[in-house]
């Protein structure tokens, strides 16, 4: 006899999962190991996302059932069914990650899960760019291993893909210890970003600030490995890059050297994102007598009563402020005068002068 069985609280009833077969000895566990394993026996003459979805839906329902307080199957008996299955090397890396990927939102991995899902997300990044490499879980399973395999990986590495893989490895693994060394022979990100400098490919350089900015968050690099990144990228030219990396770090001290870069500069860039770095690190009365100060005003006034625009230091008043503060009267009131809100009650530039100071004090 043939139906189809789901976890529900504390009972099994009719669902839509899959088929099993009822016997004698049928059990809620003997029902999950058959449809588990109807499912990924043979992997290759099933659609995947098929059995994606299928599995899904038994994870659901045991978590579900766990969450009301059942006992009958747990996350472990799936797991269980599920690791030789995540194990098998004759099974391509993606549709093994899929499954670890899907299971990790429901269930708390074991340490054995975890490392299986590392080793997975390892493979899946280096076989697009090194396919002659061939990892095994001792490769990932520990720090040093990690470390090691960074290395390794970093001494073949010549172009942009090679370096955009090694700094995703370094995100999806656990943080390494050396990450968050002070030493700027040591810090991983500080080696990579320096070999990525010094192939004097301007994509790749720009790719030191793109990677920077999406770990900012979750890294701190010291002011010693930060003023080395920003002194190798200042050494080969790359001066808007260094700019960009120095005021991305939460560095003030090293804020007055990247001014004094821009400052040297007789051409100003079209950079969106060094305009709005410049404005949210407070610098435009710094960079008043810069390239860069007209820009930088045209992208702030630009970008006034845009819906998505909600930071402070975006808003008129808010640097119409910073200028008043540091002796620029004349620029503040310039600003106000070219804001649209303004401009129908200042008609004159002088008017501008004479109002800002009262329309600051608001």
């Known amino acids: 006899m043939d139906t189809t069985y789901s976890v529900k609280g504390s009972c099994w009833s009719h669902d839509t999962v899959t088929k099993v077969n009822i016997s004698s000895s049928w059990t809620p566990h003997t029902a999950l ?34 969450n009301q307080g059942g006992n009958l199957v747990s996350s472990e008996d799936v797991m269980v069914l599920l690791r030789p299955f995540c194990s098998d090397d004759r099974v391509a890396v993606q549709p093994r990650l899929d499954v670890l990927h899907m299971v990790e939102k429901s269930f708390q991995l074991s340490e054995e899960d975890l490392v299986l899902l590392t080793l997975y997300r390892t493979e899946a990044v280096v076989k697009t760019t090194w396919s002659d490499i061939q990892l095994k879980e001792s490769d990932i399973n520990t720090d040093k291993a990690r470390h090691q395999l960074f290395l390794q990986l970093l001494s073949q590495s010549t172009n942009y893909n090679h370096f955009n893989a090694i700094c995703d490895l370094l995100q999806l693994w656990p943080q390494l210890k050396a990450a968050s060394s002070s030493d700027q022979e040591q810090n991983v990100w500080v080696n990579i970003f320096c070999t990525m400098i010094n192939t004097s490919d301007s994509k790749t350089v720009s790719l030191v600030v793109t990677k920077y900015r999406s770990i900012c968050d979750t890294v701190s690099l010291g002011i010693k490995c930060v003023r080395h990144v920003y002194d190798k990228m200042i050494e080969k030219k790359y001066t808007i ?65 845009v819906e998505e625009q909600s930071h402070d230091y975006m808003l008129l008043k808010t640097v119409a402020n910073q200028l008043n503060d540091n002796g620029f009267k004349a620029e503040a009131g310039s600003l106000m005068l070219q804001s649209r809100s303004a401009y129908s009650m200042l008609q004159t530039f002088s008017s501008a002068l004479g109002s800002v100071g009262k329309w600051l004090k608001h």
């Open 33 to 66: 190991k058959e449809a588990v394993g109807h499912m990924i026996q043979d992997p290759d003459e099933l659609d995947k996302k098929q059995i994606l979805a299928r599995l899904e839906k038994v994870v659901l329902n045991v978590e579900e059932h766990q």
């Open 241 to 305: 890059e260094g700019v960009k990396f120095v005021l991305l770090s939460t560095h003030k001290d090293m804020l007055s050297s990247a001014v004094t870069e821009l400052a040297a500069l007789d051409e100003a860039k079209d950079d969106e994102e060094l305009f709005d770095l410049l404005l949210k690190r407070s610098l435009l009365p710094q960079i008043v007598y810069t390239v860069y100060y007209k820009p930088v005003i045209c992208y702030l006034l630009a970008n006034q009563n």
